[in-house]
Nanobody, 121 residues
Framework: QVQLVESGGGLVQAGGSLRLSCAAS????????MAWFRQVPGKERELVAA???????YYEDSLKGRFTISRDYRKNMAYLQMNSLKPEDTAVYYC???????????????WGQGTQVTVSS
């Protein structure tokens, strides 16, 4: 099993920055892909970014250039650096993980509890 705990959310003004952290424990190795999702009440959870290898990442198109996902394999941590934040970035942000070899690449088996990010205008 994998346990994920997010931190770093909070209230920030538009244009500001936040760095979210995800502490992973359990069977976490480089064989696990990690990702960040976000969800606004009444809307589906959306994939923000994923990191497959240190040099292979995915970003939702509208977030490219503002958000950066990274991972520290030694510390079992994943991060989401968010810059130039906008009010529409307000959401609960979730850390997620799945095994690299999972047959369904869209199914994320492990989730954190979420951390609230609020961007004021």
């Amino acid at each position: 099993q994998v346990q994920l705990v997010e931190s770093g959310g909070g209230l920030v003004q538009a244009g500001g920055s936040l760095r979210l952290s995800c502490a992973a424990s359990g069977r976490t190795t480089s064989d696990f892909v990690m990702a960040w999702f976000r969800q606004v009440p009444g809307k589906e959870r959306e994939l923000v970014a994923a990191i497959y290898t240190p040099s292979s990442t995915y970003y939702e198109d509208s977030l490219k250039g503002r958000f950066t996902i990274s991972r520290d394999y030694r510390k079992n941590m994943a991060y989401l650096q968010m810059n130039s934040l906008k009010p529409e970035d307000t959401a609960v942000y979730y850390c997620a993980a799945r095994h690299r070899a999972a047959p369904d690449k869209n199914k994320w088996n492990f989730w954190g509890q979420g951390t609230q990010v609020t961007v004021s205008s």
